[in-house]
């Protein structure tokens, strides 16, 4: 710190302290705005670990980041009223302190020390979340597809696609019509045996997930849609006694060119919401599916998740990652239903009609869910968690107040927008980051209203009033890559009034078990929380009931067990209640717990050492084998551990796959060496 001799007074000591702190944490981050106060020139905001600051800023003392101030530490000496706090421990609560200040005193800064601004916000636990990079759009040869391969089954098509870089899941959709054999050759026998294997390489295959859905309509009618779902394995169709085969060729009849009629394909897929059936549209133009980008339809709206903003070669055979589509071809058609109203997100499809899955261009739609299960990739699906990428590792996380992309909410004050952008094998300093903003129903397009270049951007939208609602999505130039995000759909409410103010709820494993903790900021009539627990996201039970607070103005901290998890995902959330009865629920949190052992694989990709740790329930030894891309056994080593480390500098760069034996289970993971 720099103390400065004292010179007759220049400025004064700011009146008020600001108002309105929204903090928002990720696991390793926390993102804060306030409201200025009205005779301040700049801001000291000061974090503590423990609710209370033992001394206070000192007047004519010029206070600058890592200082000390009691038993706090200054983060910032700023004019700005946003910030962002990283490198944080996770599930870890900071406390903060804000002072008004006027900074520019020749005998040095003069700060308010009564009643600063103040709050508290706890890190994220780790896991929360992943990034998984595949297709939903391809075909085998039960339709028009592996043209260079006939025979080639969906099964053959997904053990293709799992040796291709950074490639986790492959959706096949087959054409729903029949024309001629390959052209495109759908018959409603085969579609169900597609659906068989996709379910039974999803058994055998943990670390790789087979999708299997249908490619619905003629493009001289109206355009093609991609359609799936979680348990819906329903063939949608016209025709009858196609290919020498008498009977429907299909299993639910949609009228053909028929997308927004009353039995239209979007209606039917609306009906299946249970199983959470999803529309993607393919290689759109602007009067496909019944002419839905220049008239909102509703029904539309609530089947569509989302548009392809590139697709193809669709006939490419190149292997070599060497033959991208066209950057961004049809992000107009995205931008313009965002600006009709609707709610869609972006994805990027290969469209392969060869034998080149995943191997064609490194371009990928990236789903962010929290495991790679069937139920959870839809899922994130249905809710628009994902975003288009030309770089196959590029990961984004994309927040506002902590809801991700694709979340549509309502929240007091300005919106806090957080982005970060990581990649293990390309640069992310020099990136360009475009924060889009649009108003649904306007008509007009989302245009950038923030840009800087960087992996990390906090940006407090305070254009946005009172009582209005906006969507903010994400673009990223990085090198010769681009990114486009799904959006977010944010409406401000300064005078929502919440019951509870739940500030913090994380669930975490605890020698088998999973502890659930969560804090409040303010409590008013609340009367209790009732701790829910679901096996598939969809069915909830009552494991525990906590008495809430009714009335508070300070934290307070809940905690509760769940003692009996079920093997698989656990999905936990808070039904908080009042004391009218009236309920509110909390976001989700996710824990998995596996059998056997758990296994963490790091760095992948690897270019020196490879670290293996394993969570182990039992004593067996395990084996670690080392396959090359082609089912060749590189290597092989035997532990009883907890750990292992691999020297991998001397293999050849590219794909493997690992194979931990452990008793009777098996594991297989994929790896990148570089």
């Known amino acids: ?13 700011p009146a008020t302290q600001p108002n309105h702190l929204v903090l928002h944490a990720t696991t390793n981050s926390i993102a804060g705005s306030f409201t200025p106060s009205g005779d301040a020139d700049s801001y000291l905001v000061i974090s503590c670990p423990t609710p209370e600051l033992t001394a206070m800023p000192v007047t004519n003392v010029n206070y600058t980041t890592g200082d000390i101030v009691g038993n706090g530490t200054v983060l910032y000496n700023m004019p700005t009223t946003s ?34 601004l103040t709050g508290n916000s706890t890190t994220k636990l780790t896991g929360i979340n992943n990034v998984y990079f595949g297709n939903l759009h391809s075909h085998s040869d039960y339709s028009d597809g592996n043209k260079d391969n006939p025979g080639y089954t969906p099964a053959d098509d997904y053990l293709y696609a799992m040796s291709a870089q950074c490639m986790d899941f492959l959706g096949i959709a087959e054409h729903n019509h029949y024309s001629s054999n390959n052209n495109p050759g759908t018959l409603i026998s085969k579609y169900h045996l597609g659906s068989q294997q996709a379910n039974a390489f999803n058994a055998s295959h943990s670390n790789f997930l087979a999708l299997y859905g249908m490619e619905w309509g003629v493009i001289s009618g109206g355009g093609h849609v991609v359609v799936y779902g979680d348990g819906m394995d329903q063939l949608f169709g016209w025709e009858s006694n196609v290919g020498g085969v008498p009977g429907n060729n299909y299993d639910v009849y949609v009228a053909k060119n028929d997308y ?28 496909d599916f019944g002419n839905i980008s220049n008239a909102y339809n509703a029904v539309a709206d ?31 058609y995205y931008q313009k239903l965002l600006a009709m109203g609707y709610h869609v997100g972006p994805t990027i ?43 196959c590792d590029s990961k984004i996380d994309f927040s506002i107040n902590n809801q991700i992309m694709g979340s549509q909410f309502m929240d007091r004050y300005a919106p806090v927008i957080n982005v970060k952008l990581s990649d293990a094998t390309t ?11 649009g108003e649904p129903g306007s008509g007009i397009n989302a245009t950038s209203i923030y840009s800087t270049a960087g992996n990390m951007v906090t940006y407090t939208d305070i254009q946005l009033h009172d009582g209005a609602t906006g969507y903010y999505y994400i673009d990223i130039s990085n090198g010769s890559s681009r990114i486009i995000t799904a959006p977010i759909w944010y409406s401000r409410n300064d005078a929502l009034v919440l019951s509870v ?32 627990r679901s096996a598939d996201g969809r069915n909830w039970i009552s494991i525990a009931n906590v008495n809430a607070a009714g009335n508070s103005n300070m934290p307070i901290y809940y905690n509760s067990m769940d003692y009996a998890p079920v093997m698989g995902v ?35 990709p690897a270019h020196e050492k490879l670290n293996i740790y394993f969570t182990k329930t039992n004593n067996l030894t395990t084996k670690v084998q080392l396959y090359s891309v082609n089912g060749q056994l590189v290597k092989q080593w035997a532990t009883n551990e907890p750990s292992l480390q691999i020297n991998v500098s001397t293999l050849p760069r590219g794909m493997y796959f690992i194979k931990l034996i452990n008793g009777d289970d098996v594991k297989i993971e994929k790896l990148l060496v570089q």
């Open 1 to 13: 710190m720099n103390v400065q001799a004292q010179i007759p007074g220049s400025c004064l000591v």
């Open 83 to 116: 910030f962002v706090i990283p490198n944080l421990d996770p599930a870890t609560t900071y406390y903060l302190f804000i002072f008004s200040a006027n900074k520019n005193c020749s005998e040095g800064e003069k700060y308010l020390t009564t009643l600063p």
């Open 260 to 287: 927004t009629g009353a039995n239209g394909l979007f209606k039917t897929i609306n009906d299946r919401i249970s199983m959470n059936t999803f529309a993607t549209l393919a290689h759109p133009n602007f009067t």
């Open 302 to 332: 609530d089947a569509i998740v989302g548009t392809a903003v590139a697709s193809g070669p669709a006939f490419s055979t190149n292997t070599t990652y060497s033959n991208p589509p066209s950057s961004m071809y049809y992000l107009p």
């Open 349 to 391: 499809d290969h469209d392969n009609h060869y034998t080149t899955f995943g191997k064609t261009s490194y371009t990928r739609t990236a789903i962010v869910a929290p495991a790679l299960t069937k139920t959870e990739i839809v899922k994130a699906m249905r809710n628009m968690h994902f975003y288009a990428t030309e770089d």
């Open 427 to 437: 640069p992310t300093n020099n990136a360009v980051i475009n924060i889009m903003y």
């Open 501 to 532: 103010n739940l500030i913090a709820f994380d669930a975490q494993k605890i020698n088998g078990n999973v502890k659930l903790t969560w804090s409040t900021a303010q409590e008013i009539n609340s009367h209790s929380f009732e701790v829910q």
């Open 570 to 604: 656990n999905y936990y959330r808070l039904k908080q209640i009042d004391q009218s009865g009236n309920a509110l629920y909390s976001n989700i949190k996710t824990i998995i717990f596996t059998p056997g052992y758990e296994v963490l694989i790091t760095p992948n």
